[in-house]
């Protein structure tokens, strides 16, 4: 079974950049779409990026297209998302995850499977 486990979490001003990280094991291949939410005190958990398991299509919620970047490295199976021009609506709990499906394009953006245990990410103004 995967485990995914996320770092690079903490607090910062708003106009500020923060590097998450994400490390998966416990599967033999790397080919596998990722992403990242996250969910806000109060609120449902929703969609923030997403990539192909070939690193050649990315996909963004409206509210971070623009400012968030993510990317896969495959030799190391993890992936990262880079965040600028944070603002506190930013704030929240940040999950990484994964797919079942193996090689699976155009769709990393919805049915995930798999969550890491998430990090904190606070964004004061």
């Known amino acids: 079974q995967v485990r995914l486990v996320e770092s690079g979490g903490g607090s910062v001003q708003s106009g500020g950049s923060l590097r998450l990280a994400c490390a998966a094991s416990?599967?033999?291949?790397?080919?596998?779409?990722m992403g990242w939410f996250r969910q806000a005190p109060g609120k449902e958990r929703e969609f923030v990026a997403g990539?192909?398991?070939?690193?050649?299509?990315?996909y963004y919620a409206d509210s971070v297209r623009g400012r968030f970047t993510i990317s896969k490295d495959n030799a190391k199976d993890t992936v990262t998302l880079q965040m600028n021009s944070l603002k506190p609506e930013d704030t929240a709990v940040y999950y990484c995850?994964?797919?079942?499906?193996?090689?699976?394009?155009?769709?990393?953006?919805?049915?995930?499977?798999?969550w890491g245990q998430g990090t904190q990410v606070t964004v004061s103004s």
């Open positions: 995850a994964t797919k079942k499906q193996p090689y699976a394009l155009g769709s990393a953006y919805t049915a995930f499977t798999s």
């Open positions: 990539i192909d398991w070939d690193g050649n299509a990315e």
């Open positions: 416990g599967r033999a291949s790397s080919a596998y779409p």
